[in-house]
């Protein structure tokens, strides 16, 4: 008899999942509360222009192709446009970078700006491609829950470089040795926003990140992110994946040590297992109200938020690409400013992501979408109104200044998100958007797993389990949790 899946919402874990359960022949149903899939993936209108509301840098595209090779579809179908320049780095002093889309310009760029040594940028981004073609394997790819993972080949491997990831350093530490100039050891250490985390505190071996940007071609899909979103979308359907959207998921129904279903506002509804795609600790904390939560995962610390405005700006800017960073003077003050204080900093780095340069209207001629983003510390109780006033002004100042120009009079369309924002629509724990921070060594064994040591039919996918925060690693928690959901229910 075919068995029943229940998977609780449609973010880009859920939706991932939902392709390759239906694909193994289960009858799967996808439980949304939002009114769309793709949870923080999905995309917005303002007027004349598009935003993608969440996620703008694709890196790792490999995992979404093994989605689609895993339903024998074939992914050059999902189309994908390479990048002319990886990043523009803007400094406050008037400094500017424009990093290309292939190694060796970088490389040439970086030396010629900032004074570095052709070999020790190659060897730096040598050693990250290493460092990640031998870790990803165990520590993004597969389950770190399973002994199996320490007695195969990849360990082995892995362990064979012990000495090669500095576990007893941080991201910064090892950038400021490896490099002459502190502007770029600012630009790798911006990697640990990638997954919501400090790199002053990070472990070294999170430098390997750079690898998925610097050594590969970076891409953007071709219709934006919001196609990543689609293209599952329409994949889970064909495969006869059942959506319900715009239905909240209340409780996990439980019966000793097995899950028997899930409840909705709509009824009941039995399964012989149940996929979380919801925030692990909301997913305890709300919906399994009775059992016993693994409180020492879900008290680790919280990853970055985001406060973001999407403005629709009536004038074009050759100077800018897809994407742009204005740094801070002081980046390890912003860092504490996320983590610490709790309080951002007057001077924050601005991210302006700008899909119009790529993507075809998404804004009117002339014109460009800017979803402009600072990395912002999680809700704890700030008085959001009155930051979003402070920091909005200090955005415009520095962007005004950098740019010279009056930047005020050409925002003609305006929205934005922040933390609050966040945990409202998403249920990203105090608005936080990669689940937990990797703000120490131990961080990855102390996520929760891809199962559930308490029920035998309970699977959890999405970046507040393992492997962590970032599309490529949320694809790889729906590989990991469907290995575990086939061997354990059959
Ligand atoms: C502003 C911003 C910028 C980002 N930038 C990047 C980037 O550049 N690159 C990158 O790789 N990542 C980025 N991320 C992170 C990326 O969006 C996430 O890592 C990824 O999309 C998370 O996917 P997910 O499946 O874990 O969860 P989510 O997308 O959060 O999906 C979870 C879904 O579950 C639903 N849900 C929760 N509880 C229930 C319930 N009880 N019943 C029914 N449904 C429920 C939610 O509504 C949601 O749709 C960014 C995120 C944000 C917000």
Redesign the pocket.
Known sequence: MTKTVNI????????ATSVRLAKLGYEVHV????AF?????NSGVLGQYRFD???????GPKYLKEVYDACGEDFSEFELIPLKTSFNYFFNDGMRLQLSNERTQIIDEISEKLGEDKRDLTAYLDKAAKNYEVIAPMFIEASLHSWRNYTGKAFFRALGRLSKYKLFSTMHDENVKAFRNPRTAQIFNRFAS?NGSDPYKAPAMLNMIGHLEMNQTPYLPKHGMIQITDSLYKLAKKQGVRFHLN????EILVEGKTVKGIK?AHGLYPSDAVVS???VS?TYE??LPNSTRPEKTIRQEKSSS?I?FYWGIKRSFPELTLHNIFFTDDYKAEFDGIFDTKIAVDDPTIYVNITSKYVEGDAPEGCENWFV?INSPIDVGQDWDVEIVRLRRQIIKKLNTILGIDLESLIEEESM?DPRT?EQ????KQGS???NASNNRYAAFQRHPNFSKQFNNLFF????VHPG??????LN?AKIACEYLEKRVG
């Open positions: 609780i919402g449609a973010g880009v874990a859920g939706l439980f949304e509360s939002n899939p793709g949870g923080k993936i509301q969440g996620p703008s840098v694709f890196t990638y239905e909240k998921v209340e909705t795609n919801m925030d909301f709300r919906l985001a973001v983003m998100m966040i629509r998403y249920h990203g958007i990669y689940g996918v999405g970046v507040s925060g970032g599309i490529p690693l949320a928690s």
